[in-house]
């Protein structure tokens, strides 16, 4: 069975940190693209980020850039997401997704109709 399982979410206060895993199996997962995504109530599934196979390429959403870095480890099966100085308005559901690297060479803004698994999600809560 295929799955991807985001865990590491929770509550902090504004200017804390957190590190999201998203632990893959069922699929070859050095084959695939891995994305972030986010959303928030009342609004769109927003893109974050996004990494391919081998390093090679990264995105980042400008309302991230900074202070949240992706990266993965092919040996363990596991992506992960780094979220330091965290604001109020990161709240959300966090969800980390999968493509094949061959429609994902290059990472550019992630949406989510390019991406053909999907976790469950991890809520991440950053009070003020």
């Known amino acids: 069975e295929v799955q991807l399982v985001e865990s590491g979410g929770g509550l902090v206060q504004a200017g804390g940190s957190l590190r999201l895993s998203c632990a893959a199996s069922?699929?070859?997962?050095?084959?695939?693209?891995i994305g972030w995504f986010r959303q928030a109530p009342g609004k769109e599934r927003e893109g974050i980020s996004c990494?391919?196979?081998?390093?090679?390429?990264?995105y980042y959403a400008d309302s991230v850039k900074g202070r949240f870095t992706i990266s993965r480890d092919n040996n363990k099966n596991t992506a992960y997401l780094r979220m330091n100085s965290l604001k109020p308005e990161d709240t959300a559901v966090y969800y980390c997704?999968?493509?094949?690297?061959?429609?994902?060479?290059?990472?550019?803004?992630?949406?989510?109709?390019?991406?053909?698994?999907w976790g469950q999600g991890t809520q991440v809560t950053v009070s003020s």
């Open positions: 997704a999968a493509v094949p690297h061959v429609y994902m060479h290059l990472c550019r803004v992630p949406v989510p109709r390019q991406y053909h698994y």
């Open positions: 990494i391919t196979i081998d390093n090679g390429s990264k």
């Open positions: 069922g699929f070859t997962f050095d084959d695939y693209a």
